[in-house]
């Protein structure tokens, strides 16, 4: 085949899932002037009507993840139309291991209340064709191929991109029968990669790392299926103690070196992903290799799941033997940068892919902004700010999983890491992302200096679990959706506003007192480690060196950060909370209703 230089772009986006499409969308919507200077490159067709082509885990949201797509891709109305709600996070332990047929048989934490913050259920499928359309009609260029190779990976020079242009195949066909066509070069001044494990630059560069010693011990792998119109009785609503849905909601099931996804992915139908992260330590990948042992495991250890998919109809069965693994660098000097798949995935235990996603393609734009303005010094300060915050972050949520191996199956140990973990996430990543505090150089600057004193603190903790675990100690059930266990009605899902940043509608760039959510933050945190504590040593605590060490690193900083935000409280005097609001106060001042004033019509 002949190979034909086509065309430049400004920006090749090398994959067209939903993190290379959510990645064009927010460009376009950021910088509309860059239509016709993006492109797209898929070996799957502009249809995406083939179910073997798009076969999707199911996406389950969380608040950041939530927001980055009703505000920052501004499909709010879309998926409120078009996807699953979703209330919360919802955990549940067998009381006994050989008895699980119903949802009585398990310890469950159930979300009390709406959410304060609507997340959604995301139909993979589904988001990422309607994506396909917006961004299209945004004015991004498709290309339906696949990359062959790129060159100038190793620095600053023009990329050029060698594609392999495919076939178009009958609607429904087997997508292996595409067939290459046409071989042709583009050229291009940056490029995303959104390739997902084909890691189209990483494996270039020699960038992937997927050695469990990067990854802080974890070596894990997952299979799941699909299954459609199950019966709705299994796994009904019936509590008279909670506001919100059972089915909309993701319910985790846990046991000994593994755990178990159920996802909704339409509404009313009882549309399900459902599928196992696994420990290979535990469980090696040979023993979930197919359907019929994957249902067999199900049948044996979480019936009620069996019961479920045998009531519907399953619709595929995948797996990946091998899941985790992250990259060197993410925001690249030499004009590239990796994100989604691409770049990271651990474990989707929390939901963090997406949380992920949001934060690289929004610092994507940002710098890019820059690059495009030929501001030369501000886009190298932001790679390289914006590459360290989101390797420190990606770590993080590596370390979300260390050991877990050993927890998950224990109903007390998980249960408190899990009460801790939503403490952090809602008092400390949601109110900087809602602040926009990831965007500021400065800030990433101070948050990759505490990176490692943060996980030592965890460190601490989880080496404390570990002992309650080893000796078998039972310290108690903790329920991360309701008060009254730690101090008044204070609990890590409902309490985490310390700034009213909802009710004020915070949503300007660090508009939001950040330095007073973590200075709270880190004083709940203080008394979340003095009640663990007690519970795995009683008395003893006292005399341990790893409490006085937790309880003096936490102290400091509830100390340094509430003097931090009575300063930043002090410089944000005069500045509204809001602009939208704040103009709408000052319109009004010149408002006046006449009530004699009828505009005529027609009748």
Known sequence: MDTNIINHYDIIIIGGGIAGLSATRHLLLKMPELSGRIAVIEPRSERRDNLDEDYKVGESTVEVSAMFFAKELE???????????????????????????????????????????????????????????????????????????????????????????????????????????????LTTNYIVDASGRNFTVGSRTDNILKDPKYLFGLDNASSWVRVKN????????????????????????????????????ERGSRDYSIGVSYHRDKIQPSQLNSLDKFMSFLEKNQKLLYNLIKSGEIVDFHRWPKLAHTSKTFFSKNNWCVIGDAAAIFDPFYSTGMVMI???????????K???????????????????????????????IKDHSNHLGNASIMSWRIYFESSTYFSILLPAYIGKYHLCPIFSDHFTTDHENGLALRNQLLATLDYANENSINIGFMDNHRGGQLLGDWSPT??????????????????????????????????????????????????????????????????????LSKLHSFNMIGTPDNDYYDKIQKDFKSYKYDQNNIIDWKY
């Open 75 to 185: 499909l709010q109305d879309y998926l409120i139309e078009n996807h699953p709600p979703k209330f919360s996070l919802q955990f549940h332990w067998p009381r006994e291991l050989s008895k699980t047929d119903t949802i009585e048989d398990y310890y469950s934490t159930w979300a009390v209340k709406n959410p304060d913050i609507q997340a959604f259920q995301l139909n993979r499928c589904k988001i990422e064709r309607d994506l396909l359309k917006m961004v299209i009609d945004q004015g991004a260029v498709y290309y339906h191929g696949r990359v062959r190779n790129v060159d100038n990976l190793d620095n600053d020079e023009i990329k050029s991109i060698d594609v392999e242009i495919l076939s178009e195949v009958e609607s429904g066909s087997d997508f292996k029968l595409q067939q290459p066509i046409e071989r042709i070069t």
């Open 494 to 563: 409902s309490s985490w506003d310390y700034d009213h940043a909802l009710s004020l509608a915070k949503y300007g760039h660090k508009r939001l007192n950040l330095p007073k959510c973590l200075s709270w933050s880190n004083f709940y945190l203080s008394l979340i480690i003095c009640k663990l504590y007690y519970r795995v040593y009683g008395i003893g605590a006292l005399w341990n060196s790893s409490f006085f060490k937790s309880i003096s690193n936490t102290t400091y900083r509830f100390s340094k950060f509430y003097f």
């Open 358 to 368: 949001a934060m690289e393609i929004e610092c994507l734009t940002e710098m890019l």
């Open 230 to 265: 199950t019966e709705r009785s299994l796994f009904d609503f019936k509590s008279q103690d909670v506001t919100c849905s059972w089915t909309y909601d993701t319910n985790h099931f846990f046991g000994p070196g593994y755990w178990i996804w159920m996802i909704p992915l």
């Open 370 to 400: 820059f690059k495009l303005s030929n501001a030369t010094n501000d886009y190298n300060r932001r790679v390289e700010a914006f590459d360290k915050l989101i390797r420190c972050v990606t770590q993080i949520n590596n370390h979300l």
